[in-house]
């Protein structure tokens, strides 16, 4: 499993601007059969990163195909840098080292 998190700060207009955008894209995003889970989540403390954003993918080939897609391009390469400020992109590989899952499927 390979997970894109997304460091995302709100940009000086505030969280309602980014929020309403948001709204406007998450079914385009949501989308492509490539996508596993799409996941948000605030800062409880509202310091940075306001926001990260997981996209959850099976493998590295998938987590490829989705990003080369057009209509994701636009979205999270020519629209999110103007809705929102300081973002970072990790890219990580989900491993057995700790496996308690409680979440009910």
């Keep these: ?6 460091e995302i700060d709100y940009p000086p207009e505030g969280k309602h601007r980014y929020l309403d955008w ?3 894209i998450s079914d ?8 596993r889970r799409l996941a948000s989540y605030d800062n409880v ?11 959850t993918f099976d493998s590295p080939e ?8 057009k209509e994701i391009g636009l979205i999270l390469e020519g629209e999110l840098p103007m809705q929102s400020a300081n973002i970072h992109i990790k890219v990580l590989a989900l491993r057995d080292d700790y496996s308690k899952d409680t979440v009910a499927g």
């Design 28 to 35: 385009a995003l949501q989308a492509p059969g490539e996508l």
């Design 62 to 69: 998938d987590a490829s195909r989705y990003f080369d897609r």
């Design 22 to 24: 948001v709204r406007s």
């Design 1 to 6: 499993m390979i997970k894109y998190v997304y």
């Design 45 to 55: 403390y509202s310091a940075s990163p306001h926001r990260v954003v997981e996209f």
